[in-house]
């Protein structure tokens, strides 16, 4: 299967990609599936059901205004945020919508949208049931949609990747295939990654495809930025004050403090992952990387390069996301990105994984050291749970970003200090958290069932 860069850096917004960004893709989908059905301005009600973890912690992942948001025709990339309470409160007052903003039908979300709180479907934790009825109440059509992780959305069917179709000169399965070919080919595993995207994306010039990756970027930094200024509660109800604006203040307005601690950079580490994850649970614009419950790890890694690493370039921004790329493909391909799958070794144990090893590779390290710091990534997150209290993408999820990054970096400086021989493999450490996923009880995959989730009050 040929994944794209792009498949695992998302634009979207808060607070999920799997609770929120995928329910708005599925729902698209479900309007694309009525228009080429010819069925759309036939329709006069929509119902919509929400199983397993969507309806579990779908409260607190905004899945319900996600639902709405798709039904608009609004797309994750594009949805303007400040807008969508706008939105949101006219649907609810009005009790109409316009599918795709044009063909106005009857909806009421407190009747039309039902929670499956004890059931499942049986292909995915995270699936979805959108009917279609005509105005004398015939079913006209009736989509399955099942949110696998970072945004991606499958069908009954399909697999849950994207369709392989598409040729590209090195197409690789395994952390040891990736290093084979990279030996093979003398390449490092970001050119060889940016040689299969400009398979996949021909019609653009290799500087337009570099300007698109750091285009990426440049939406993760702005993301630190807003998310540095903003104050004031996160929504939701567990009254989280947003520290990441009085943090900034703190260190910016003593910056000698820097010349008396030395591990003052880990603080601006912790920032630029606390700002992030604090705009995505305000259900701000993020980067899914490779999901938006873990879109703070790589950001503030790559910011450390950016700030902190003696000769940080526009070209190493490009190399690091194509190497963090390449390893989150191979996750995506192996095990999983969908904490409601595997837990959150998935999410935050995937992106420390992945900026462990990029981070490595802008730093000089071999392929083979950037597999070592991959692998060293997420074989110190193995069975990491994933159990958000309230359902909200808060408690432990901010705070657990800043984990992750620190931890990556550390994993970047471990592997560089040795010579890329290890032990454990990359791909022994995946089929690892894959059978440990498999392995964990389902109250610790994102249904707010156990853990910290039922052993802290609420509210």
């Not at 607190?60 to 039904?71: P, Y």
Request: proline share 4%; aromatic share 6%; charged share 15%.
């Amino acid at each position: 299967m040929a994944l794209s860069i792009f498949d695992l850096f998302k634009i979207g917004v808060g607070p999920s990609s799997s609770h929120t960004v995928g329910p708005m893709v599925a729902a698209n989908r479900f309007l694309a599936d009525l228009a080429e059905r010819q069925q759309l301005n036939q329709v006069a009600k929509v119902k919509v059901a929400l199983y397993g973890s969507l309806a579990l912690t779908g409260k607190g992942h905004a899945t319900d205004t996600a639902v709405l948001l798709g039904l608009l025709g609004e797309a994750p990339a594009t949805v303007n945020p400040d807008r969508i309470p706008e939105y949101i409160q006219a649907i609810n007052t009005q009790h109409q919508l316009r599918l795709e903003g044009k063909h106005l039908i009857v909806f009421n979300p407190a009747e039309d949208i039902k929670f499956h709180y004890q059931a499942s479907l049986p292909e995915h934790p995270n699936g979805m049931q959108m009917l279609a009825y005509d105005a004398h109440g015939l079913l006209l059509f009736e989509g399955t949609y099942f949110s696998v992780g970072g945004g991606f959305v499958v069908t009954k069917g399909e697999q849950a990747a994207i369709d392989g179709a598409v040729t590209v000169p090195f197409l690789f399965n395994s952390g040891k295939d990736l290093l084979a070919l990279c030996q093979r080919h003398q390449l490092s595993i970001a050119e060889l990654v940016l040689k299969n995207e400009q398979a996949l994306q021909p019609e653009l010039s290799q500087p337009a495809l570099y300007d698109q990756i750091y285009d990426i970027w440049q939406v993760m930094d702005n993301c630190i930025r807003r998310g540095c200024q903003q104050s004031g509660e996160l929504p939701g109800g567990l009254k989280i004050k947003r520290r990441a604006a009085d943090f900034y203040q703190e260190l910016t307005s003593q910056p000698e403090a820097a010349l008396k601690d030395q591990l003052t950079v880990m603080d601006w580490v912790n920032l630029f992952a606390m700002a992030v994850n604090e705009e995505n649970a305000a259900g701000g614009r993020v980067v899914t990387a490779p999901t938006n419950g873990a879109a703070g790890v790589i950001p503030a890694v790559l910011a450390y390069y950016d700030r902190f690493v003696h000769g940080a370039s526009r070209e190493g921004v490009v190399r690091f996301i194509a190497t963090a790329a390449a390893i989150g493909m191979l996750y995506k391909q192996n095990a999983s990105i969908s904490a409601a799958e595997v837990g959150c070794q998935g999410e935050i144990g995937v992106a420390c994984s992945m900026a462990a090893g990029a981070l490595t590779a802008v730093l000089g390290g071999t392929n083979e050291q950037v597999e070592n710091a991959a692998e060293i990534g997420m074989e110190h997150n193995l069975g990491l749970t994933c159990d958000p209290i309230a359902g909200l993408v808060q408690v432990p999820c901010i705070e657990r970003n800043t984990m992750g990054a620190i931890k990556a970096i550390n994993a970047a400086r471990l592997a560089i200090r040795g010579n890329g021989d290890h032990h454990v493999s990359l791909d022994s450490v995946i089929e690892t958290m894959r059978q440990t996923g498999l392995d964990m009880q389902e109250k610790y995959k994102e249904t707010s069932q156990g853990g910290l989730a039922v052993n802290v009050v609420a509210c």
